[in-house]
């Protein structure tokens, strides 16, 4: 009886390992890169239609998102002077701020197909030739500029790492992933 037992709790305890080694195993990629045009997004994704619709998308943020300065002079200390412009965000407040120098574009893929609308996301480019994206997305929580912020300058950007023009594609596991790594052979 205790053979028994033993047999079947053992048979037990193996099975969630031989359900998860016969789940198909599915990896998300995700390729984002940051692009200075469209034509150069077009040229590293080969998705055109994917650029204009992120670099669209980004350029509809770029005011609520770009850091806001008092005056031109404030804003040419991080920024070149050239970049300095005065801007209205979606709700109509009017600030002097940097221009978008380029757009971030992430996209899922599914057997190397996009699966979904391209994430994107504006980029300003500093006077060290540092790229910032928005360190909250439009519309959550410090997304969004309102008059209090004029003066905050880079408070709601994050600092990226980044080559310009280039497309980084990232794999990241998806269920069963690391199941795969763990197989053994019975004998």
């Known amino acids: 009886m205790k053979r028994s037992r033993t047999t079947a709790l053992l048979l037990m305890s193996t099975a969630p390992l031989l359900f998860t080694a016969c789940q198909k195993e599915q990896a998300v990629q995700v390729q984002e890169g940051l692009y200075t045009s469209v034509e150069a997004c077009s040229e590293a994704t080969g998705d055109p239609s994917s650029c204009r619709q992120a670099f669209a998308t980004a350029q509809q943020q770029s005011a609520d998102v770009a850091p806001q300065y008092a005056s031109r002079e404030a804003c040419a200390a991080e920024y070149p002077a050239d970049q300095c412009v005065q801007q209205r965000t979606s709700t109509g407040h009017?600030?002097?701020?940097?221009?978008?120098?380029?757009?971030?574009?992430?996209?899922?893929?599914n057997n190397g197909r996009a699966a979904a609308t391209p994430a994107a996301q504006p980029a300003f480019r500093d006077k060290a030739n540092g790229w910032a994206k928005p360190a909250a997305a439009p519309g959550g929580s410090g997304g969004l500029n309102t008059g209090s912020r004029i003066g905050a300058g880079k408070a709601g950007l994050a600092p990226v790492a980044a080559e310009p023009n280039r497309a980084v594609t990232a794999s990241r596991g998806g269920f069963g992933a690391r199941s795969g790594g763990r197989s053994s052979s019975g004998g």
């Open 94 to 109: 009017s600030f002097v701020g940097p221009m978008m120098m380029g757009f971030f574009m992430s996209q899922m893929l």
